[in-house]
């Protein structure tokens, strides 16, 4: 039992520190505890289906599971947003990572949802943050965070302390291990150095890899031809993936490729697995999924495909993959056209996202949430027409104004305009003073 739920947690990982400490705890029986933390800057992209689907695997194991929304963090990380707008982030991702948990069919009642600021303002936390400023070298804050916090050539403080306070949420979350991207490691090692010098004890780190941006490299949220967002339309997919990278042949570096590997072919062995009844400890797992949560195959699929390539028949018919290292082997042979092998990923990710999209649009709060925490940049700010003030006439004036007291009788005729303007002129020749006087 205990070996089958360490391969639970553990299977699809990069890498594991500290396996041993998760060993010891299942073979006493015990129930691991670990945290998975976000913290809410720019729109949350695709490759977040890895770790939240990895986290189903967890829940089968029987670990419980901490979603830290890292508000404070995400302030720290070289001021990318007031703490006004992280505020309606932080709202933004609650309701979208709700929305993904929910579309994977993940119980979300068995999650914890902690925001950051919620204990990192504590008069401990704090002391515990002097503690580590103490010890920790300029160096190794650096160091730690180079992967994570955004570099630039005079780094801000902030960005020094966010690898202390990562390590410190271990402790004050109680953790058992911490799940991240494996460009995070240097964060872990970090916290397994320097916890046990606050007499705290050492924790393990799991690791996904990281899935490559549609043009290589990272996928990342602050660049948004390299990423496809979680609310992108059918027709904006399609058209991100028709110019992701993808050269015949070349299977390193291949953003679409790589999305099938840590994405679409967990999930079909996840919803597989499901049908089968094999879910381990979450006896919960799909009962309020929405949308199509059938594998990523054709109809026809031979038994224990998990993802296939639809291909007319004069083209040769459909591909059919039991595994990735299959395909991989396939598309490196050119055995399969990049065309083909796109169209499948764009409609596997249309497929995702539907239900997600849907949720967006039957909430008008999270509609509401979304314009607070990603204002469009070039919306023209509302013009105010100035409102209108009322002078009153002065007295004797207006339409409705009555004649004064002592006012000339009604018989006596009023004066024409010219006559008025000639009385003016006469009385103003009076008051000029003559040129002769002033010499």
């Given at each position: 039992?205990?070996?089958?739920?360490?391969?639970?947690?553990?299977?699809?990982?990069?890498?594991?520190?500290?396996?041993?400490?998760?060993?010891?705890?299942?073979?006493?029986g015990?129930?691991?505890?670990?945290?998975?933390?976000?913290?809410p800057?720019?729109?949350?992209?695709?490759?977040?289906?890895?770790?939240?689907?990895?986290?189903?695997?967890?829940?089968?194991?029987?670990?419980?599971?901490?979603?830290?929304?890292?508000?404070?963090?995400?302030?720290?990380?070289n001021?990318?947003?007031?703490?006004?707008?992280?505020a309606?982030?932080?709202?933004?991702?609650?309701?979208?990572?709700?929305?993904?948990?929910?579309?994977?069919?993940?119980?979300?009642?068995?999650?914890?949802?902690?925001?950051?600021?919620?204990?990192?303002?504590?008069k401990?936390?704090?002391?515990?943050?002097?503690?580590?400023?103490?010890?920790?070298?300029?160096?190794?804050?650096?160091?730690?965070?180079?992967?994570?916090?955004?570099q630039?050539?005079?780094?801000?403080?902030?960005?020094?302390?966010?690898?202390?306070?990562?390590?410190?949420?271990e402790?004050?979350?109680?953790?058992?291990?911490?799940?991240?991207?494996?460009?995070?490691?240097?964060?872990?090692?970090?916290?397994?150095?320097?916890?046990?010098?606050?007499?705290?004890k050492?924790?393990?780190?799991?690791?996904?890899?990281?899935?490559?941006?549609?043009?290589?490299?990272?996928?990342?949220?602050?660049?948004?031809?390299s990423?496809?967002?979680f609310?992108?339309?059918?027709?904006?997919?399609?058209?991100?993936?028709?110019?992701?990278?993808?050269?015949?042949?070349?299977?390193?570096?291949?953003g679409?490729?790589?999305?099938?590997?840590?994405?679409?072919?967990?999930?079909?062995?996840?919803?597989?697995?499901?049908?089968?009844?094999?879910?381990?400890?979450?006896?919960?797992?799909?009962?309020?999924?929405?949308?199509?949560?059938?594998?990523?195959?054709?109809e026809?699929?031979?038994?224990?495909?998990?993802?296939?390539?639809?291909?007319?028949?004069?083209?040769?018919?459909?591909?059919?993959?039991?595994?990735?290292?299959?395909?991989?082997?396939?598309?490196?042979?050119?055995?399969?056209?990049?065309?083909?092998?796109?169209?499948?990923?764009?409609?596997?990710?249309?497929?995702?996202?539907d239900?997600?999209?849907?949720?967006?649009?039957?909430?008008?709060?999270w509609?509401?949430?979304?314009?607070?925490?990603?204002?469009?940049?070039?919306?023209?700010?509302?013009?105010?027409?100035?409102?209108?003030?009322?002078?009153?006439?002065?007295?004797?004036?207006?339409?409705?104004?009555?004649?004064?007291?002592?006012?000339?009788?009604?018989?006596?005729?009023?004066?024409?305009?010219?006559?008025?303007?000639?009385?003016?002129a006469?009385?103003?020749?009076?008051?000029?003073?003559?040129?002769?006087?002033?010499?």
């Amino acid at each position: 039992m205990a070996e089958a739920k360490f391969e639970l947690i553990t299977r699809r990982l990069q890498e594991v520190l500290g396996a041993d400490l998760i060993k010891t705890i299942l073979t006493q029986g015990g129930t691991p505890k670990c945290y998975w933390g976000t913290a809410p800057t720019g729109r949350p992209h695709i490759g977040y289906f890895v770790p939240l689907t990895k986290i189903a695997d967890f829940l089968r194991a029987g670990v419980h599971v901490t979603i830290l929304l890292a508000d404070v963090h995400a302030f720290l990380d070289n001021l990318k947003a007031p703490l006004e707008l992280v505020a309606h982030r932080t709202s933004y991702y609650k309701k979208i990572l709700l929305a993904v948990f929910t579309s994977l069919g993940i119980p979300t009642t068995k999650l914890h949802f902690v925001e950051g600021s919620s204990y990192q303002l504590t008069k401990e936390y704090n002391l515990d943050n002097y503690k580590l400023c103490a010890i920790v070298t300029e160096h190794d804050a650096k160091k730690a965070g180079a992967e994570v916090v955004k570099q630039v050539e005079s780094p801000l403080l902030s960005g020094l302390l966010y690898p202390g306070l990562q390590a410190l949420d271990e402790q004050y979350l109680d953790c058992d291990f911490q799940f991240g991207g494996v460009d995070q490691r240097k964060i872990f090692t970090f916290a397994e150095l320097y916890l046990p010098r606050l007499g705290y004890k050492k924790r393990a780190h799991l690791m996904n890899a990281m899935v490559p941006g549609l043009g290589g490299g990272k996928m990342s949220s602050s660049d948004p031809d390299s990423k496809i967002d979680f609310l992108d339309a059918p027709e904006v997919v399609r058209r991100k993936i028709k110019k992701a990278f993808c050269e015949e042949g070349n299977a390193e570096d291949n953003g679409v490729l790589s999305f099938v590997q840590a994405v679409l072919i967990p999930i079909s062995e996840l919803r597989i697995e499901r049908a089968k009844g094999e879910t381990g400890a979450d006896a919960e797992e799909g009962a309020d999924a929405v949308g199509d949560q059938t594998p990523f195959t054709v109809e026809g699929a031979p038994k224990g495909t998990v993802f296939s390539i639809f291909r007319k028949e004069e083209h040769g018919g459909s591909l059919h993959y039991a595994s990735f290292d299959a395909l991989k082997e396939d598309f490196k042979e050119k055995k399969v056209h990049p065309k083909d092998l796109k169209a499948a990923v764009a409609e596997g990710i249309v497929r995702l996202l539907d239900p997600i999209r849907q949720a967006f649009q039957n909430d008008e709060e999270w509609q509401k949430v979304e314009k607070l925490a990603y204002p469009d940049p070039n919306a023209k700010p509302e013009k105010k027409k100035k409102a209108k003030v009322y002078h009153p006439p002065p007295p004797g004036k207006g339409k409705n104004a009555k004649p004064a007291e002592g006012a000339a009788s009604e018989n006596v005729a009023a004066e024409t305009p010219t006559e008025v303007a000639h009385s003016e002129a006469e009385a103003a020749k009076q008051q000029e003073t003559p040129l002769s006087r002033l010499t």
